[in-house]
C-alpha cells in the first residue's frame, strides 16, 4: 500500500469531490477501490453533500484495474465501487480527462453522469490483455450504445475519443476547456444541476436498447472476428457476456460476466498478453542511459526517397501531426509516391477509419520537394531510398552538406553498415538507423540501430520519435540485420531448407497458421514476390562459391512465378482472387531441384516443421544478446510481435521458448547440430539458461549505453 492517501475526498460547495492520485496513471491500485467507496460512505452520511464529483489527478482519469495484480490470486474485495456507486443516494459525476479504461470506464458508467474533455478517451480494452471487463461493463456498456456497438468496443478494446463517445451515448457532455481545471469546474456546475433530479439515472435500470440484439448480431459477431481472434478465449467470452447483458436480469448477468472473467484471468493466453503489454513498455528503457537526457525538438521532418518505404515513412509522421517534405530528385517517382499515399489514404476513407477532413489534414502535411537544399531547415530527416551503399552515402554527403546543425540523420535501411553510411558525414554521432517495417505507416515496430559514433542524445531522441508517432521503438547493436530481421533470417532459412527436404509449402504454412499466424510463411512470400531477394542471393553466390542460396524459390522464379503478382508463386492464384490454391505443378518442380541438386526428400511432422522455424530463430536472438546487439530477450519478443506478426496470445518466440523449455529446445538445438552442421550450433546463452533452469524471456545482454 503507499504511504500518501491514493483518494482524497473533500466537500466544496455542498459537492463531495473525490479524487483518485495514484499516478503514473490512476490504475485501480492497492487502496484505491477502498478509497472511493470510503469517500461515498462518507458522503452520503453528511448532509451537506448533495452529489458527487468523481475525478483523477495527474493525467488521467482511471485507466483500469492495476494489471500487475493480475495472475497472483488476489483477494476477493468486499465490496466494489461499482457496487456502491450505482445505488448511491446522492448522484455522482464522473469527470473525465486522460482515458477512462476498463474498470476506469465501468466505474464511469456505475456513476449517474458523465462528462469528459475534448481529448479524453474512454474503452473496455481487456480482450487486449486476453480478459474481458469484469466491472460491470459488458452488462452495462450495452445498456448505453446497444449490443451491437458494445460487441465491436468490447472486442476491439479500442479506445473512443469523447466526442465520439457523446455520440454514442457513453458521455453526457463534452466540454469546452481541455484541461483538469476547466474539467473540475464544469463538473462542480453539473453536479450542482443534477443535485436535486430524481430518479437518479441508473445504467442498470436502462433496457430499451437491449431490444435491438437479435441472435443473428452475435452470430454474425462470431463469424466476423473468427479468423481474425483464432485462440483467443476471452473473445467468445465476451460476446457470451454481452449475450447475457441481453438475456439475463442486470444481477444475473453481473454474475454471468464474474464467471466469464474468472476463466480468463489465469489462462495461457491472459498471462502471455499480459507479459506482451509490459514488454512493450519495458523495451523503452535504455540500460545506463541518464534518466533525463536533453532530446532535441522535433518538429518538422524530411522523408528521402518517395517509394514505397518513403511514402509510409512520410505517412507515419503526417499521421502524428508533423509536417513532412517529401524529398525524391524525380519528379515522376515524387508524383507516383504522391499518388500512392493519396490512395492509401482514400482507402482509409472508404473503409471508414478515417474521415475526409481527416485525409485532408494528413495529406495537406505532406509536401513534396525536389531539391535537397531545400530541407536543411527540417529537426529530422529520414532516408528511405535503394538498399544500396553507395546510393546511401551519396545521400548521407548530401544531407551533412544541407541540414543544420543539430538535425537528426537517420536511415531507414534494413541492414546496411550504420557506421559505414554514418563516416561519409561530418556529423556521425548525429546518424542513427530507424528501421521501418512494411507498412510503414502500419507497422508499431521501429527499429533504433546505434551506430558506433552514435550519441546518446540521437539515440535518446530517435527512440523518442518513434514513440511520439506512435510506434514502439526497439533498440538494435550494428550488425547484418540488427536485431529483428537478424533474428527472422535462420527462420527463413529453414523454411526454405525444410522445403528442399520434402516439407510441402503447404505443409509448412498450415503448421504456422495452426500456431496462430494469420498467413503461413509461404503465402506471405507469394504477397511480397519472391522475386524480392532473388538479386542478393545471386550477387551473394557469385561473390561467395560456397554461398548455396535457394535454389527451388530461384527456379520458381526463373520459371516467372514470382507470386501473387504473377498469379503464382508457391501456389497458383484465380485472376483477381488473393487466395492461394495448392499447385502440383509446385511438387513437380520441388522434385526436379531436388533430383537436380541431389537433396534426399523426407516426410515431415508437424511438430518439426514447427521447431525447426521457431528454435533456429530462438538460438539467434541468444546469439544476438551474447554479442550485445539487442537489450533484452524480451525485445525480441516485442519486435516478433510488433513486426512479424507473431501471435499475441503466445507472447513472442522467447515467452513461448519458455512453454517449451531452454533444456529441450537446447538439447534439440545440439542434436540438428550434430545432424546439420554450423548452422545450428547452440549459443553458449541457450546452453547457459538451460542449464541453470532460467528463463530465456528474462536474458538480457550486460551492454549499457
Ligand atoms: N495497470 C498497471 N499499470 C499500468 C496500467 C494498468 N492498467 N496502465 C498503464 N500502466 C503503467 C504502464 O505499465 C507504465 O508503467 C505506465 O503506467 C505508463 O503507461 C476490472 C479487469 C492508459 C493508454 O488495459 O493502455 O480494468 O513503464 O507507458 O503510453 O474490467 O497505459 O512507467 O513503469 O502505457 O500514456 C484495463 C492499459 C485493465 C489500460 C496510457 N486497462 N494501459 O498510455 O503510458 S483490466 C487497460 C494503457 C481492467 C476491469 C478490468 C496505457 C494508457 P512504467 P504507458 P501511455
Partial sequence: ????????????????????????????????????????????????????????????FIAGADIRGFGKGRPKPKKRTYDVLDPCSKPVVAAIHGYALGGGLENALACHYRIAVPSAKVGLPEVLIGII???????????????KAALDLII??????????????????????????????????????VADVRPIPRVRDRSDRLSEATQDVFDAKRKEVARKTRGQ????????????????????????????????????????????????????????????????????????????MGGGIAMSFADAGLPVKLVDASPEVLEKGLERIKANYATSVKRGSLSQDEMDDRFGRIKPVQQMEDIGDCDAVVEAVF??????????????????????????????????????????????????????????????????KTSRETLAAAMKLGRDIGKISGYAGNCDGFAANRSRAPFNIEQGLMIEEGALPEQVDKVMVA??????????????????????????????????????????VELGRKGQKTGAGWYRYEPGDRTPHVDPEVHKIIKEVAEEQGFEQREFDDTEVLHRLLFSSINEICKILEEGKAIRASDADVMWLNGFGFPRYRGGPMYWGDTVGAMEIYNQIAAWHQRYGERWKPSALLREVAKSGGKLRELKSDISL
Avoid: W
Fill in 156 to 193: 476491439s478494446g479500442r479506445h473512443v475519443p469523447a466526442p465520439e463517445a457523446k455520440d454514442l451515448g457513453i458521455i453526457d457532455e463534452v466540454i469546452d476547456g481541455d484541461d483538469r481545471d476547466a474539467l473540475l469546474a464544469a463538473a462542480l456546475d453539473y453536479a450542482k444541476k
Fill in 387 to 452: 538498399e544500396r551503399m553507395p546510393v546511401k552515402k551519396e545521400v548521407f554527403a548530401k544531407l551533412d552538406e544541407v541540414m543544420k546543425d543539430g538535425a537528426l540523420l537517420l536511415t531507414n535501411t534494413s541492414a546496411l553498415d550504420i557506421d559505414e553510411i554514418a563516416n561519409v558525414t561530418k556529423r556521425p554521432d548525429a546518424v542513427a538507423g530507424t528501421h521501418y517495417f512494411v507498412p510503414a505507416n502500419v507497422m508499431k515496430l521501429l527499429e533504433v540501430v546505434n551506430g558506433t
Fill in 515 to 556: 500456431f496462430g499466424y494469420p498467413v503461413g510463411p509461404c503465402a506471405v512470400n507469394d504477397m511480397s514476390g519472391l522475386d524480392v531477394s532473388y538479386d542478393t542471393r545471386k550477387r551473394r553466390a557469385a561473390a561467395d562459391p560456397k554461398y548455396r542460396g535457394l535454389p527451388i524459390t530461384d527456379r520458381l
Fill in 133 to 147: 471487463p469484469g466491472g460491470g461493463g459488458t452488462q452495462r456498456l450495452p445498456r448505453v450504445v446497444g449490443p
Fill in 233 to 308: 478465449p476471452a473473445v467468445e467470452n465476451a460476446i457470451k457476456a454481452v449475450e447475457a447483458a441481453v438475456s439475463e436480469p442486470f444481477d444475473d448477468g453481473i454474475a454471468t460476466e464474474r464467471r466469464l472473467f474468472g476463466e480468463l484471468e489465469t489462462s495461457d493466453e491472459a498471462f502471455a498478453m499480459r507479459y506482451a503489454f509490459f514488454a512493450e513498455r519495458e523495451i523503452a528503457r535504455l540500460p545506463g542511459m541518464p534518466k533525463k537526457i536533453e532530446t532535441p525538438e522535433i518538429n518538422s521532418i524530411a522523408v528521402v526517397g518517395a517509394g514505397t
Fill in 1 to 60: 500500500m503507499s504511504e500518501k492517501p491514493v483518494v482524497h475526498f473533500d466537500v466544496t460547495d455542498g459537492i463531495g469531490v473525490i479524487t483518485i492520485d495514484y499516478p503514473p496513471v490512476n490504475a485501480l491500485g492497492p487502496g484505491v477501490a477502498d478509497g472511493i467507496i470510503e469517500s461515498l460512505e462518507k458522503g452520503e452520511a453528511d448532509p451537506n453533500v448533495k452529489a458527487f464529483v468523481m475525478i483523477g489527478t495527474g493525467r488521467s
